[in-house]
């Protein structure tokens, strides 16, 4: 399933043109001019919007699953080293599968 901030944004309505996933800089495709919810909370409120979706084609394929969960714990990581060893295993995760950071 995407995940919001890495391979899933919503936009407003034109706001760009295209975006590129965060997770393997892969172009995403677009949704123009949805109307719903962008959130649980404004599901759970009734807060309908127009938006724009971009999601990666790559979002739901396992080793995408396994780069998201390294750059998720780059994030939380405080240890530079440790971020490292991190940079390195997503950097190989993706050259496994033809992509490059």
Known sequence: MPTIGYDYLT??????KMHFCRVCH???????NQFGATSFMAAVMGDFE?????????ADWPWHNKAMDLLMEIDRVTDPESAQWLIRALD???????LRR
Do not use: I, K, M
């Open 92 to 98: 190989q995760v993706l050259r496994e599968n033809g």
């Open 50 to 58: 127009w938006y724009d979706a971009f999601v990666c084609p790559y």
């Open 26 to 32: 892969t172009r995403c495709e677009v949704l123009r």
């Open 11 to 16: 936009t407003a309505p034109a706001t760009f």
